[in-house]
Structure formats: C-alpha cells, structure tokens
C-alpha cells in the first residue's frame, strides 16, 4: 500500500525534512529583544531612552577618561598638553595620590606601615567573615588591633603590649570566676584589665625606648583615606559590644536600666552625626577633667562609637524581637541564669539575624566617617576641599578628585554589601 | 574585645598629655614641641607645601616662638584650624597659640577671654573684584552677590557696611579660603571680600592675577595678631616678648645674617646686647635661655625679613610695608624696649 | 529551679540583694543608678570648673542679642539688626524647606526607581540597578558636593547674560540658569488672585470627596463609577474658569537681568538646588530598594489570585498589590525622611544658610557660646525626629493587620 502510495502520488515526499530554525522573531537575540525590550509600546519607549541616556554618558565620559593625561606636575601645564581637547587631568592623582591616601602630614617614608595594616585587616577579618576558615585564625584577629595601633601610630611596643596583656589578664581572671557567677567574673576580669593598665602605662613610662623601632607618629598627622578606615574600622568593632549592650539593656524588665538605655539610643538616633562631631569639636573639651587634653580623633572616635552603637543596638534589638519567645522559654526551664541564656542561647541567634542590619550600619557609619572634613580634619574629602584643590597647582580640579574619592568608597561599600547579601543567602539555608 | 584599642589610645593620649598645669610654657617645654593654631591654608600667611612643610608669616612666627623656648624653629606641631574650631582649639588648650590672622577686638580679648599678644599685620577688610565687571568702588556694588569667609568678622564688618551705605548685596558663606576662590573664579560672587591681605594672597594664586583688582575701600581696622588663653600671663609674655624681639630686631639692624656674629660678643648698642643675652637677664626672666631672641631671630629672620620671604613686595603676594612699616618709616610697627 | 517551695518568707537578708533573682534586679538598677548620678555629677563638675577657669558661664542671654550678620534666604523678615533668636528661626525654616522638597523629590525618583527596578525591560532595570547601587554606596556628602560643583562650575554666570551678544540666554524668557541658582517666573496675586487659589483647593478637595464617594458605592452596590476623566475636569475646569471670569488676576512676574543679578521671579539658590538635589537622589536610591522590598513581599499568589478573579493588571497594582506593599514600605519610608531631616545639616558644606549654619555656626563663632548653641541645635533636631517617630507610631498602629 506504502509503496503504490509512493508511485502513485509523486507528490507525496519520501524522506524526512530537516528541522528549521523557528522563526528568527521567536529565537536567540531577537526573542530575547521582543520579550525584554520592546514587549509593548511604553516598553520600547523606555528601552529607546535609556538606550539614548547611556550613549549620551558614554559619548562624553569615554573621550573624557581616554584621553586623560597622567604625567604633568600642574593643572596649567595639562591644560597645555590637552590644547583644548576633551580630556581629564588624572596627573592630579598621580602627583598628590599620596596625599589623598594617607594625608600630607604622614611621614612619607612610613607608608608601608598603614599600607601593611591595610592588608593584614583582611587576615583578621576573614576568619570573622567567613567561617569555614580554621577557627584558630581568630588569634590573629584578637592580636591585630594592637599590631595595626602599632603599626599605624608607632612609637614603643609596650603600649599596646601592655593594653594586650591587661585584656589577657582580665580573660583570665574572668575565666576562673564565671563559674561562680558572671557579674563576678565580669566585673572581676574589668577591675584586673584596669590594674594591668595602669601597672602597665608606669612600667612602660620607665623602660620605654628613647628610639623606639617604629617612629611614633601623632594623630593629627592621620589624613586621607587611611583616616576613613581607621575612623570606620575602630568606631564599628567598638560600637559592637557597646550596641548588643544597649539592645539587652532596652530589653531588659528593669525600668531604670531600660530607661536609660531608651533615653540614649533615641537621643543619639534622633539628632544628626554633625551635631555630635561638633560636640567632640567644641564641646567635649568642657566635659573633661581641665588640663586633660585628647587628641580630636580621639574625640571624634568616641563620639562616632556610641553613634553607631545606638544604631546597632537598634538592628541587635530587632534580632531578638525575632527570636520565638519559646527561645528565652527553653533556656529558663533549662536553669540558665540571665548570663548563661544570652550568652549560650539567645545572643548567638539573634546575632545572627541581625549581621545584614549590622553590616548595613557599618556601611553607613563607614560613608558618615567623610562627615569629619567638616570639622576641618583631612581626610579624603577634608584633603581634596583643602590642601590639594586650594594648591596653586590644582587649583580649579573637581571632576577627577571627587570621581577618584567616589570610587574608593564605591568599591569598598559595594564590596562590603555584596558580602551581606552572600552571607544572607548562606545564613539563609538552615531557615527552610 | 576591641574595647583595648581605645584604652591603649587613652593611655597614650594620657601620657602624652599627662595632667597639664595652669603652666603653659612648663607643659610646651614638657612635651618638646609646640602646638600652634594656624589656618587650614592661605599662601604667603600659613600653608603646607608638596611635603606638608609649613611655611608663611603667621608660621614664622610659630617657629619664631618654638626656637625662643627650644633653640630649634622645628619644635612645632601646627595645627590647621578654620574660622569656626580656632577659639575652641585655643580655649579647651589642644593649642598653645594662635597665629592664624585673627582680629583682635574687643569682644575676643574680653568676653571669649584670649590674651592677643601684639599685632603682627594691621590689615583692613577690602573687596576683590574682575577687572572686567567694571566696578571702581565698593559703593557701586548695590545688589551684588558676595563671597565671605563664615565665622570671622569680615562679615559682620560687611553687614555694617553695606547698612551703612544703604546698599543691597547677597551674601554667599563660604567655609574656607580654597571654596572662595572656587566660587569666585566661577562667577558665583561678584565680589570675594575678606582682609585686604589674604584677598592679595588668594589673588597671588590665579592663574591670571591681573584680571583681578582690588577696590580702595578699606573698609575695617583688622589688627591682625598672635594670641593665647586669657590669665596665663607668663606664657602670653614668652609670645609677646618673641613678636618684640622680631620687630626690635629689624629696628635695630639685627638679621638673620649678622644674629651670631652680633651675640657672640657684646657690642656697642646695648640694647642690641640686652636683646642677644650677651648683657642682662631678660631671657631668664621670661624663664627661657639667655640666648632666646638670638634663636627667634635666626629661626626665620626678624619682623621684617619675614615680611618680605613671605608677603612682600618680590613674592607673587607683593603686599607693600604701609602700615606695617616701622615706626621710624611712618608705619605703626613699634615694640617697647627691652630694657 | 530544683525546688518548688517559695523561699521562706519575712527572713530578708542582705546576701539576698545580689542572690536572690527576686532582689538583685534592684541592686543592679540602684548602682546603674548611682554610676549614671555620678557620671553625670562628674561631667557636670568638670564643666563647671572648666568654665570658671575660663572666666565663661552658661547663658541663654545671647539669643536676644543683634545678629549682625546677613542671610541670604529669607522666608521671613530679617535683616543683620535681628537677634540671633530670629536667625536661628531663618535656620530653622529653611531645613524645613529643604526637607521637605528633597523628600517629595526623593519619594517620587525612589519609586520610579523601584517599580522600574522590577521590570521586565532589562535595560531599564539594569540602569536603575546602576542608579541605586553607585548612589547608596558613596557617601552624600561627596554626591552634595559633586552637584554644587556642577551647578557652580558648569552653569554660565549671570555675567554671560549680559551685552548684546550674549553667550547664554534664558530658557522661553522665562528661566535662567545660573551658577548663582535657578531663576523662575514668580505669580503675583491680584486682588481676585486668591479667590482662584481658593476655588482650586475646593476643587482637589471636591476630587477626594468624589472619589471617596466611588469607593463607598463601589463597596456597597459594586457600581464602579468612572474616577478618571471627572477628576480631570474637576481640577481644570472651575479653576479655569474662575481665572477668566475675574480678568486673569493672578500674573507671572519674569526674572530679569538688572545690574549684578536677576531680579524679581523666584530665585532657587545653587546651595539649595546641590542639597535638595543631592539628598533626594541620594535618598531616593534607598527609597527604590525599600520600594522593590515591599512589591517583592507580596507573594506571587496574590497577583495571580486577583488575576483569576478577572481584574486588570491595572487594577491588580491599585486595589491588590499596592495597599499591601504599602504596608511594608511606608515605616522604612519615614525612617528615610528622618534621614533626610539628618542629613539637611550638611548644608554648611555648600553654605546653605540651615539652623547648622545659622545658630551651629555663624551664631556660635561670633558669639562664642559653643554649649549653649549645640544644645539647642541637638534639642531642635531631636525634637523633629520624635514627631517624626510619632507619626509613624500612629500610622502603624493604623495599619496594622486587624486580627480577629
């Protein structure tokens, strides 16, 4: 019957077509158009102008960037080497790069030393940041912040050697009378920290080097963006602790403990950073013992500390608004004190809930730190307002300072959330 | 756990500083150096070059009172301070001394308690303008938009002014020197009004100076001087008496050049003597070396030397004497004797 | 908690105070207590013995005193005879000012922002994407100065105007840009002038009555009036008419160039322009991911619930997904416009006159009195901050989820 049929009709096709291709609108680069791009008539209008916005950006940035010169000494002189051409005068970084990164003042050939800090930040923080890394890196990271105070302000060894004894000490101490009681232990390893310190600073007075290793370096001398990362680093792991006290204390059922720790997140939350820079600026000075004079990054270090703290310890309190009550239930009928619940039990998954807050707050904390160059003290921005744009040389440069300044922010900040949201994901996991 | 960081930093902070007494001059010789408030940078008076090296006339005479207490015009910190942080800076004691072309009035000497030490520049308010906005006279600016420095008493003089000569203008507050000088360039303001001095020295700083001028009106009396905390006298004497000996110096023919040939033996003027310390005791009872004007004066040179290194006539600043000639050339530079 | 029976009672001993759970909470509460009394008592005799070495006392006297400086906006009266009170209130209103027009603007960028952000054209949510993430991760203060820098900078100066060729001319006669600020036409109200301003807030009033009206019937009878079109002709058409029955009294006064300036038309400071600029599309960076948060909240189901229950895409964004999304994004919303009060303060970096720069600085250096200053500067931005806090307390208590 077949094979009539064949004969018969001649029509009638043997073999098997090959497959087409679909229809060119229905595949690849066009499909993907039609179906992203141009789906309706508003659609393709709005692809058409972001279309003609990126094209107008990129036609007047790229020339700009392309053509930027990198190796005059002026702004005079590059508007020479340009003769009237779209270009950038990116030489204002190469000659005062220095300058942007570690202040004017920095002794130049002590660079390495923040330089070095700034690396070994990442050894210390990346046992924090990602745990599966050997628990043991953590030493490092309780070593470092005396190493970087060294490393960056030099001068002898014995003062954080001492400061880092006297934390030791007071673990100790601590150690051996928590099982008696936490606030025995607690207050115990505060009181042998303090002794040590004090011991400490006398002995260091006496045996201290005329000479030291590392030349001591003042903390005016501090600028540039080296100044941002102290300024961000310290204030953020100092106002850790400080917040998860305050987010307890504002949790707490005794009113006077609760009132007072309401009464000072809503204050600092409620009045803007500046205000409270201009406090360590003029004010703070009033409210010290007289003849006691600290340095005004020390000033503004304490003042930046308990303003990220109170915002901490309002994502800290959110997190342990979070947990299920039957939390805080089990580690009672387990017999927990208040101690051992928070420290066993509840602040490690609240904690938990809260890093992306945290981490949003540091973020923040790290961009308010530009805040200081109001206060006339150079760092990024306090450098490239100051010195470098009233310089007789780069007198009337904005686009590539201010561009330069953005993107060491950029990268840093983009970084740091990119990091928040990978770990939100990963923390994520054990939630389904 | 980090918490050590700051207890290291305060201890530090303490040692360093230690607990200062009512003594300024033991607490400077203590510490080694010289904490002296200057301006966050205006060329010819106080800016840090390339290196961050200080240099200016307001910084001369920082070095000047450094090398009078140590013998070494680099003993000194300085420290940049605007409009606004300077009086802060000086009274909570973070500065030992303020050379930051700060007008001596009534009110700062009296209520804000400071002790100004003497004048070392008599300026007076002017105005800055483009040549080519055709104006000859500060009375012709009615409706201009003007650039001023916050927190001086520029703009208060500027508000009795334009008040005074029943004029409109539009103030523009600017924080620093540097922005002035962005907005004007830029067209923002039609004028930039600030002591006559520091409008030469933002000028010095164009690229074309000479598309500038500066108006004949002087519109305030700016006594421009170094001063200290209000009721440590023998520390205000230490600044005053070193300012003196700069002025004396030039008056008497004393220069940086001839300074050790002149004390290394006594001479026949001796007033020249009792100054170097080759005759008296002045210098032990201001409680220095005998040898400290010598050290003043060859730190920088004396008032005059300065002048010209640094504001002068053959600096791109090119500020005249006038006023601030000596006396004996009909200016109103005049020390008391040292006697 | 091995033993059930209450301890005995009536045999209080004074090792109970740091033993006993029922008593120790007062032994703590009463040394926080006294550490707060003393650190307070030691701050306050510090500052007391600082001031009276200094010769100085605490003093709110200076507030009466003349200012002696000018400001350059002034939306009341006030000239450099004023007292630094009336300064400080200048201040005040114009971080008002600045507020609210950088949180209007901010709403509307972060919005769009965030709708766009969700989009399906790919280039327009990767350009948003770019928009949000160059804009959060920069600090303002550098995004402030960069536009200042711009609109001083880039903008021609009044100067250019001028002579009979000049280099920039004004936008329709009617708007100049400037590196002074923008010029806009100004109305002037004559004496029928605020009739029409009247009848056109009766209008917008009688729209939201109308459409509450719709809602009302639509709920009780399922009759969907029309909204659009009669909310159209309630805003234009008795305005309209009114302007011509009473012979146009509302005229524009045009700016125009007399001597150094513009004169007349309304005149929009570059310092104000940088920062209302600058902190709303700053903030509205922020605003677009708490936007894209709240419409990603709602769950998938509702949309297509209320699609199968027949509704347009339309009016499934309206009636469904918006109340609820609304619900999310509203508190991080006012948390936002906290923020840009906050923020405001950075006035002084472009020399907005605002209350930092008013009583935090000029009034503070000329007079001196630094404490007394920053207090009330903490005082007045405290005190925005707690309205602000109030009214997002009384509005989530509004729409929080009615369980029953």
């Known amino acids: 019957m077949s094979d009539m049929h064949a004969h018969s009709a001649a029509y009638v096709r043997t073999e098997t077509l090959p497959e087409l291709p679909p229809p060119a609108s229905e595949a690849g680069v066009v499909k993907w158009m039609r179906e992203n791009l141009f789906s309706s008539i508003p659609n393709s209008i709005l692809t058409l102008v972001s279309i003609y916005v990126i094209y107008q950006v990129v036609t007047f940035v790229f020339p700009w960037i392309a053509n930027g010169i990198w190796n005059t000494a002026s702004l005079a002189e590059c508007r020479t080497v340009l003769d009237g051409a779209t270009g950038a005068c990116f030489s204002v970084l190469s000659d005062r790069w220095n300058q942007l990164l570690f202040g004017f003042s920095y002794p130049p050939e002590h660079y390495w030393r923040p330089g070095l800090a700034f690396i070994l930040l990442f050894v210390a923080a990346a046992p924090v940041m990602f745990f599966d890394l050997p628990r043991k890196l953590l030493i490092f990271t309780g070593i470092y912040p005396f190493l970087a105070f060294w490393l960056i302000w030099g001068g002898t060894i014995f003062t954080p050697l001492f400061a880092l004894v006297g934390l030791i000490v007071g673990y100790i101490v601590y150690a051996r009378f928590v099982k008696q009681s936490f606030a025995m232990g607690f207050f115990g390893g505060v009181v042998a920290a303090l002794i040590t310190w004090f011991i400490g600073g006398y002995i260091t007075d006496a045996i201290a080097p005329a000479e030291p290793f590392l030349e001591a370096v003042q903390s005016r001398d501090m600028g540039g963006f080296m100044l941002n990362m102290i300024l961000g680093v310290v204030c953020v792991s100092l106002s850790l602790p400080i917040g998860i006290v305050l987010a307890l204390g504002r949790q707490s059922d005794m009113p006077i403990i609760k009132w007072i720790c309401v ?40 003042m930046i500390t308990m303003f990220s703290a109170a915002y901490i310890a309002e994502v800290i309190r959110g997190g342990l608004a979070a947990l299920p009550k039957g939390q805080y239930e089990a580690a009672d009928s387990l017999g927990l004190d208040y101690a051992q619940a928070m420290r066993l039990i509840i602040l490690p998954q609240a904690l938990k809930i809260s890093i992306p807050g945290i981490v949003n707050v540091a973020v923040g904390l790290f961009k308010d730190t530009t805040l200081v160059s109001v206060i006339s003290m150079f760092d990024l921005v306090g450098m490239i307002r100051g010195p470098i744009l009233s310089s007789t040389d780069w007198n009337g440069v904005y686009w590539e300072l201010f561009m330069a300044a953005s993107v060491l922010f950029f990268v840093v900040c983009y970084g740091i959330s990119q990091y928040s949201q990978w770990l939100e994901r990963r923390l994520a996991t054990d939630h389904r | 756990m980090k918490k050590t960081v700051l207890f290291g930093a305060l201890t530090v902070a303490g040692l360093a500083a230690g607990m200062a007494s009512a003594a300024t001059l033991d607490d400077v010789k203590a510490r080694g150096s010289l904490n002296c408030g200057v301006t966050t940078g205006l060329v010819g008076f106080a800016s840090p070059d390339a290196n961050g090296v200080w240099d200016g006339f307001d910084v001369g005479v920082c070095r000047a009172v450094a090398a009078a207490i140590f013998g070494d015009p680099t003993a000194v910190e300085f420290v940049p301070t605007t409009g606004k942080t300077r009086f802060t800076a000086l009274a909570s004691g973070e500065i030992d001394m303020l050379a930051r072309n700060t007008t001596w009035t009534f009110s700062r000497d009296v209520d804000l308690k400071f002790e100004f030490t003497g004048v070392n520049y008599y300026d007076g308010q002017g105005f800055l303008v483009p040549k080519d906005l055709g104006v000859s006279s500060a009375k012709d600016l009615d409706g201009a938009t003007v650039c001023i420095q916050t927190g001086t008493t520029t703009e208060l003089n500027l508000a009795d002014f334009f008040r005074s000569n029943n004029i409109s203008y539009d103030p523009v507050p600017i924080e620093t020197n540097a922005e002035g000088q962005q907005q004007y360039l830029a067209g923002a303001c039609d004028v930039y009004t600030t002591d006559a001095s520091g409008l030469a020295s933002t000028r010095a700083a164009f690229e074309n100076p000479g598309d500038h001028v500066l108006l004949p009106e002087i519109i305030s009396k700016e006594p421009l001087g170094p001063l200290v905390r209000h009721g440590d006298n023998d520390w205000g004497d230490v600044v005053r008496w070193t300012l003196n000996a700069l002025i004396t110096a030039e008056e008497l023919g004393v220069t940086s050049a001839n300074v050790s040939d002149l004390s290394a033996a006594p001479t026949d003027n001796p007033e020249v003597n009792r100054l170097l310390g080759t005759e008296g005791e002045l210098g032990a009872m201001l409680g220095l070396e005998a040898d400290w004007a010598k050290n003043a004066i060859a730190a920088g040179g004396n008032y005059g030397e300065l002048f010209e290194k640094n504001i002068g006539e053959n600096t791109p600043i090119g500020l005249a004497r006038g006023l601030n000639a000596q006396w004996t050339e009909g200016g109103l530079i005049y020390s008391p004797p040292f006697r | 908690m091995t033993s059930i029976t209450d301890p005995p009672q009536g045999s209080f001993r ?29 701050l306050g005799m510090n500052l007391v013995r600082n001031l009276t070495a200094a010769g100085l006392n605490i003093s709110f006297d200076f507030l009466g005193d003349p200012a002696g400086y000018d400001i350059n906006q002034r939306p009341i009266e006030y000239d450099s005879q004023s007292s630094h009170l009336r300064a400080s209130t200048v201040g005040i209103i114009n971080t008002l000012i600045v507020a609210f027009l950088a949180c209007v603007t901010a709403t509307i960028f972060g919005v769009i922002a965030g709708v766009l952000r969700l989009s399906n054209n790919w280039v327009v949510s990767k350009l948003m994407a770019i928009y949000v993430e160059m804009f959060r991760n920069v600090p303002v203060l550098i995004w402030i100065i960069i536009i200042f820098s711009i609109m001083t900078v880039s903008m021609p100066s009044p100067r250019a105007f001028r002579g009979d060729d000049p280099s920039s001319s004004m936008l329709f006669d009617a708007f100049a840009f400037t590196n002074r600020g923008v010029y806009i036409p100004k109305p002037v109200f004559d004496s029928g002038g605020w009739i029409v301003v009247a009848v056109f807030i009766l209008s917008v009033i009688g729209i939201f009555a109308y459409r509450r009206y719709a809602t009302k019937k639509l709920y009780a009878t399922g009759q969907l009036l029309p909204t659009f079109w009669p909310t159209v002709a309630m805003f234009f058409v008795p305005v309209l008419l009114f302007y011509f029955i009473l012979g146009r009294p509302i005229t524009l006064e045009y700016p125009s160039l007399q001597g150094f300036n513009f004169k007349d038309g309304i005149q929009l400071r570059g310092s104000l322009i940088a920062l209302w600029f600058a902190l709303a599309i700053y903030t509205g960076a922020f605003i677009a991911e708490n936007v894209r948060a709240g419409i990603q909240a709602i769950s998938k189901g509702q949309t297509e619930a209320a699609a199968s229950l027949g509704l347009r895409p339309g009016r499934i964004m309206n009636l469904v997904i918006l109340p609820q999304a609304l619900r999310v994004i509203i508190p991080p919303l006012i948390s936002q416009y906290l923020n840009i009060t906050k923020n405001s303060s950075l006035a002084i970096a472009v020399g907005y006159m605002d209350v930092t720069a ?21 005082l007045f931005y405290l005190t925005i901050s707690l309205l602000i806090s109030a009214v997002m307390n009384v509005y989530n208590n509004s729409v929080k989820l009615k369980e029953r």
């Open chain 3, 14 to 42: 004074l090792s109970m105070l740091i033993n006993d759970t029922r008593y120790r909470s007062y032994t703590f509460q009463f040394i926080a207590l006294v550490a707060l009394i003393g650190f307070m008592a030691y």
């Open chain 3, 358 to 378: 008013t009583l935090g600085g000029i009034t503070l250096n000329q007079t001196g009195r630094a404490i007394e200053a920053v207090l009330l500067l903490m």
């Open chain 1, 263 to 302: 009464v000072f997140i809503e204050f600092i939350r409620g009045v803007p950073l500046i205000t409270l820079l201009f406090v360590a600026n003029v004010v703070l000075a009033y409210f010290l013992p007289p003849g006691t004079s600290f340095d005004l990054i020390l000033r503004v270090i304490i």
